[in-house]
């Protein structure tokens, strides 16, 4: 069975640049999660889907990030401008259903300079 | 609110000593708890879980961990350890009334010397 795929796996941009992640989760999963890893600390839910509708979008910053799983399978996290403290690490993952084990993909490492 | 507190960012330990990562929640509320491992450039890998039952949970690669209710802690043990588990841990907890939102401890890295 494939695992979380995500793209690309480094990304480096200059501040006011914008950039996309994308995440393709394990076939069949409905739930797919947007996480932030900053250097040092545990990863930080940005967003959460349930098929292509949000349940959680609580902690995503909407003034630059957007994100969108518009057929229930595949989604893109952008962030537009980026600002230095964007430079982190972005983990997708799926799980079957809400409440079911989470898998993580490899993550987008992102450096803003 | 919950939040996740792991005691000890950085744990080092020779190859075949026992270790203990330490991690304790603060929640009123039931949770569910699990931990996390993360090698050096991948994903998580979730090692084991508590949801509910036996207070002693065994996970892969010869892990296991404790829910302790009244200390609020779900501590991570290994017997003995080898090089290989060098690595990131985190600690992880969901409320059990708040759909699968989890929140993470800041992670201990487990360094393993020989």
């Known amino acids: 069975e494939a695992g979380v795929a995500q793209s690309p796996r480094y990304k480096i941009i200059e501040k006011r640049q914008s950039v996309a992640f994308w995440c393709n989760p394990i076939?069949?999963?409905?739930?797919l999660y947007w996480y932030q890893q900053i250097l040092g600390q545990g990863p930080k839910l940005l967003i959460q889907?349930?098929?292509?509708?949000?349940?959680?979008d609580s902690q995503l910053p909407k003034d630059r990030f957007s994100a969108e799983r518009l057929k229930g399978v595949d989604s893109t996290l952008k962030i537009q401008p980026a600002k230095l403290e964007d430079s982190a690490v972005y983990l997708c993952?799926?799980?079957?259903?809400?409440?079911?084990?989470?898998?993580f993909g490899p993550g987008t490492r992102l450096t803003v300079t | 609110a919950q939040s996740v507190t792991q005691l000890d960012s950085q744990v080092p330990v020779f190859e075949e000593a026992p270790v203990e990562l330490r991690c304790n929640y603060s929640?009123?509320?039931?949770?569910?708890l699990f931990w996390y491992v993360q090698y050096p450039n991948q994903g998580l890998q979730l090692l084991l879980k508590?949801?509910?039952?036996?207070?002693l949970v065994k996970g892969i690669n010869g892990f296991e961990a404790e829910f302790n209710k009244s200390q609020t802690s779900f501590h991570l043990r290994k017997p003995s350890v080898h090089i290989s588990d060098t690595a990131e841990y985190f600690c992880?907890?969901?409320?059990?009334?708040?759909?699968?939102?989890?929140?993470f401890g800041g992670g201990t890295r487990l360094m393993v010397k020989p």
């Open positions: 508590y949801l509910s039952g036996s207070t």
């Open positions: 076939s069949g999963h409905a739930t």
């Open positions: 929640s009123s509320v039931s949770v569910y």
């Open positions: 889907f349930q098929n292509n509708g949000v349940v959680d």
């Open positions: 993952a799926s799980s079957l259903l809400a409440g079911y084990e989470q898998y």
């Open positions: 992880a907890v969901i409320l059990n009334n708040a759909g699968n939102m989890l929140t």
